[in-house]
């Protein structure tokens, strides 16, 4: 389990863009085809037409994960993985917040960190863990592009795993989680993403009980940097869409897992969603810190006490 080549739980045909490519452009191809981020070939091996099954079966945001970095140059455990020259990423979070939609993705693209083809699905899992990345550029020994690897892969690899069956999400689920409230605007919730490098959020009421999920996704959706919104368009009020309460675009209900779910459970449960994320809570409702609060409120009966992301 998980010795066998990361090329062979890959994507092998990956969508990619240009450096050149609008920012608009780009959005347009992450709506779509529900991608969370883009490969973009730069110098010689510049190319528009194959390209990145970055979102729901391969991508994730690349600067995303437990390390919260940039998705930077790195070398990684077991393989020839690092910089890839020519290859760069660009991620969801980045675009919503550029204002001139028709601004060149080069401004916002980074350089991933690369896992080599023959480096085996445990190694590249580690690999993926040390850069902060959610997905990764698959590359031959020449440093050529042959496919993206991403959560979603390792994932649905780790649904029959005998070992991850013995391991429950209590050990290792994040326990400090960051909220919003259902009443916080749309555009709030997009600034707090940002600003703690993550791709969802629970929403809370106001008493902190679990009403829904809103992902960078739900926002995209929404989200028309081609012109600027001035009428709410969701129930045709005056206000603009960012204004808007993110209960309006929010995940409801919300499916969930208990503490006691081994992590083969809950990765079938991610897979069967098709989401990347699952809140662990021991009754009804879940509790986190909302932005600007300290530590969450802790663990107790009927109280979220974590979420687990793959």
Do not use: W
């Not at 995303?64 to 077991?78: I, K």
């Not at 959610?134 to 020994?141: D, E, K, Y």
């Not at 005998?162 to 709030?188: P, Y």
């Amino acid at each position: 389990m998980f010795n066998e080549p990361v090329i062979e739980i890959s994507t092998r045909e990956v969508t990619t863009i240009t450096p050149e490519t609008s920012v608009a452009k780009a959005i347009g191809i992450m709506e779509k085809n529900n991608f969370h981020n883009l490969v973009v070939l730069a110098g010689d091996g510049d190319s528009s037409g194959r390209g990145s099954s970055s979102g729901r079966r391969s991508g994730g945001s690349s600067r995303g994960g437990r390390s919260g970095g940039r998705g930077g140059v790195g070398g990684g455990r077991g393989g020839r993985g690092g910089a890839c020259s020519e290859i760069y990423h660009v991620c969801m979070q980045d675009l919503l917040v550029v204002s001139n939609p028709e601004s060149s993705v080069e401004g916002v693209m980074f350089k991933p960190h690369c896992v080599y083809k023959d480096t085996t699905t445990l190694d590249a899992i580690c690999e993926l863990v040390d850069s902060g990345q959610r997905a990764a550029p698959v590359t031959a020994g020449d440093g050529k592009l042959v496919g993206i690897v991403s959560e979603y892969d390792f994932m649905k690899r780790g649904a029959g795993s005998v070992i991850l069956s013995e391991v429950k999400a209590a050990e290792i689920m994040s326990r400090d989680l960051v909220c919003v409230e259902e009443t916080e605007s749309i555009g709030r919730a997009r600034s707090i993403m940002r600003k703690n490098n993550i791709g969802r959020l629970l929403v809370v009421d106001a008493d902190g009980k679990l009403r829904g999920i809103v992902t960078s996704g739900d926002i995209l959706k929404i989200y028309k940097p081609m012109r600027k919104t001035t009428v709410g368009e969701v129930k045709g009020e005056n206000i603009p869409i960012m204004e808007q309460p993110v209960s309006l675009v929010m995940s409801s209900p919300v499916t969930t897992a208990s503490p006691d779910a081994s992590l083969a459970e809950v990765a079938s449960l991610l897979q069967e969603h098709d989401i990347r994320g699952v809140p662990i809570v021991s009754g009804e409702v879940s509790e986190g810190r909302k932005e600007g609060e300290g530590a969450g409120k802790g663990e107790g009966a009927g109280k979220g006490e974590g979420e687990r992301e793959e």
